[in-house]
């Protein structure tokens, strides 16, 4: 049986809060999933971008991008069936009186660097980290992503402390975007998932409003929709505990399903709770070792059943039974579950 003990990638700052799904810096095998892949005769449509994960590579090459000028006279770049798909909900909006217009959707990794530089000239490096997405973990690269802002009584809003104030407006919007294929992206109180707080104005294109209308009914991200798709048949236990509630749990289970992702070719039977009793100064001491000794309060222990690929194996000896593998969660006082190391230890 192989040994393998992979530290994740050590996050800055900047991601120390999130839950999304990461980028594995040592995972067991090379090839990232097909779903995160521009296919040759296009993009993915449902590709995931986020603070964690890239923008796929070839993106830009694959994309087609439709060039619009708004209401204020700026030029907005957006992917063309996102324009289209935007144009419908826009004509539907109006029979409602809601009015909206594009504030901006398509940025290149080019731009993206150019914003964070002039940031980081006039406010510093810290603060340009902080509040804008590092070049190439935008969701903006993808095209796919939609900035609204309104006309409320013939007047442009389009500031977001002002847009804010329009929950009613938003409400309406809101309510229509999966029947053209989009999603709200930024939800209220999934910051720790998604990396962003709630964001009414910044809407997804996923071009299939099945897919739109189940991630909004199911009121979850398209983090947790993106790691429940890639294992529809996984059994949890989540067990008894007096120190986590079962959605704290899921979140942690989220960051492991994410990480599992990365092992081509493995098929996740189960995932459960290991216990409360893995909560130990000890335990906490070992994986604030391993990630530049982080602040970590709190350890989560999470075992898992797989089986590892039928043929060639990669990494892994091949068409076996994977049982109790070990996945270490530690997160920071009142912060999300960082994966901080798994294997068998
Ligand atoms: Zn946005």
């Avoid at 590709?47 to 694959?62: D, F, R, S, T, Y």
């Avoid at 897919?211 to 529809?232: H, Q, R, V």
């Avoid at 995932?271 to 709190?298: F, H």
């Amino acid at each position: 049986m192989k040994r393998l003990l992979a530290i994740v990638t050590v996050c800055t700052a900047l991601c120390v809060a999130l839950a999304g799904c990461g980028v594995a810096a040592t995972s067991p095998s090379s090839s990232p999933s097909s779903s995160s892949t521009a296919q040759a005769q296009g993009i993915d449509y449902l590709a995931l971008v986020n603070k964690l994960n890239p923008l796929p590579q070839g993106w830009e090459e694959a994309l087609q991008i439709t060039e619009v000028k708004n209401s204020l006279g700026s030029d907005v770049k957006v992917e063309k069936k996102a324009y289209e798909a935007y144009q419908k909900l826009k004509e539907d909006l109006e029979k409602e009186g809601v009015k909206v217009d594009l504030d901006s959707a398509y940025r290149s990794v080019a731009e993206q660097q150019k914003i964070m530089d002039d940031f980081t000239k006039e406010k510093g490096a810290d603060y340009a980290k902080k509040t804008v997405a590092t070049p190439g973990y935008s969701e903006h690269h993808t095209g796919l992503a939609l900035d609204l802002y309104l006309n409320i009584d013939g007047k442009d809003v389009y500031e977001n402390d002002e847009m804010i104030r329009h929950p009613e407006v938003w409400e309406k919007i809101h309510a229509k975007l999966a029947d053209y294929g989009f999603i709200l992206r930024y939800l209220e109180g999934a910051e720790h998932i998604t990396g962003y707080g709630y964001e009414p104005w910044h809407i997804r294109y996923l071009d299939d409003p099945a897919i739109a209308k189940e991630i909004k009914d199911k009121g979850i991200t398209f983090e947790e929709y993106k790691a429940g798709k890639t294992y529809p048949t996984v059994s949890y236990d989540y067990g008894q505990s007096n120190l986590y509630t079962t959605e704290e749990l899921e979140q942690a289970a989220i960051q492991v399903k994410c990480e599992f992702a990365t092992f081509a070719g493995c098929e996740l039977h189960n995932l459960r709770y290991a216990g409360d009793e893995y909560n130990t100064k000890e335990n906490l001491d070992w994986l604030k070792g391993l990630d530049n000794n982080a602040n970590y309060v709190q350890v989560a222990k999470i075992l898992t059943d797989f089986h590892s690929p039928v043929e060639g194996g990669g990494a892994w000896e091949a068409d076996k039974e994977m049982k109790d593998y070990e996945w270490w969660l530690a997160r920071e006082e009142g912060k999300g579950w960082q994966l901080v190391s798994f294997g068998y230890n």
